[in-house]
């Protein structure tokens, strides 16, 4: 036997059975000394009630359902307990409580339905014995004795309420801890999903979010008549500062910049993104084109002159940025991604550090030969 796998209903009623089946031999005992029983009676009932407790456990801790069996187990209690009643003449309260005892049972682990079963094991026991040796009923018992069961009966029911209570805490308990592991990892989920969508050099948001996040915004804009600007920026001679300085050189250029978008996208709505490499893109809902190059002239003037300092080197470069705008160049992602990007081409073959509009700029998209 694996007691790992024995279910807790058997391990519960082997600790009950023993308990009160043995209080239930002192009880039953005061009884048979009433009616002066022989050695037959007195060797039975202590098989019965000390004895039978073992065996049953064993029955069911061995089956293939442990539970089923168990259950079975309650309806012999009632059968053999029954049997008892018979014997001794249907004692009143000794009747009274083993009937309560065999009821309450069935009904903890069956439900109501067990009830019926549970009175029906009960009077099978009665019926066998009176078909066997007839039935005499002698419903007196002594007062001690009926004191007694009503002091079983009393810790019987306190003995299954406090453990009705103490499953109740525990459960609250598992309960609370799930809770508290579903919170857990529902802020992991967030916080992952959240690192996905952002990137790790410059913590901006990246090319998924930006993804998902631009078909929403220009629904949203569309529905509510707002206009929705795209300015793309690309850092002039990126690959130039790379192999002069270094990549850690570079990605400290990339840090500066993503650090002065951050700050100018702090209004609620303004989103910034690393696109790809060394380039970047503000979305702005609501936010109209002529107010989004005054933006972009600001960024341009001020990246210009910053001074981004690597390993005891100072760097100075400049930005080209192409602008573009729902509605009047384009009503879905991709083509006003794509406006956008055309601009901020154009800007480079004008000379670099400029802030073109879609609409100034020439259609063609990029040539194979990108001037960085």
Known sequence: MNAGKVHWVVTLNRRNRSLFFALGLFVLGTHLAYLQAGPLMWTLLALHLLVYPQLVYWRAARSPDPLRAELQNLLIDGVLLGAWIAVMGLPLWISFVLFVGVCLNVVIFMGMPGLWKGVASLAAGVAAVA????????????????????????????????????????????????????????????????????DPLTGLHNRRFLDEALERELAQCMQSGLPLTLVLIDIDRFKRINDTYGHPAGDEMIRRLADLLRDRVRDAGLIACRYGGEEFLMMLPGTPVAEAIDMAEDLRATFESLQVVSAGQVMRTTLSIGVAGCPEHGLDAQPLVLRADQALYEAKLRGRNRVVRASDARAPTRALADPA
Do not use: M
């Not at 299954?160 to 857990?184: C, H, I, M, P, T």
């Open 131 to 198: 078909a066997v040796h007839g039935l005499e009923l002698r419903p007196h018992t002594e007062l001690h004795t009926s004191l007694l069961c009503i002091v079983l009966l009393t810790a019987y029911l306190l003995f299954f309420a406090n453990a009705a209570y103490r499953r109740g805490v525990k459960l609250r308990d598992s309960r609370r801890e799930l809770g508290e592991r579903l919170e857990q990892i529902t802020a992991l989920q967030s916080q992952l999903q959240e690192q996905a969508q952002r």
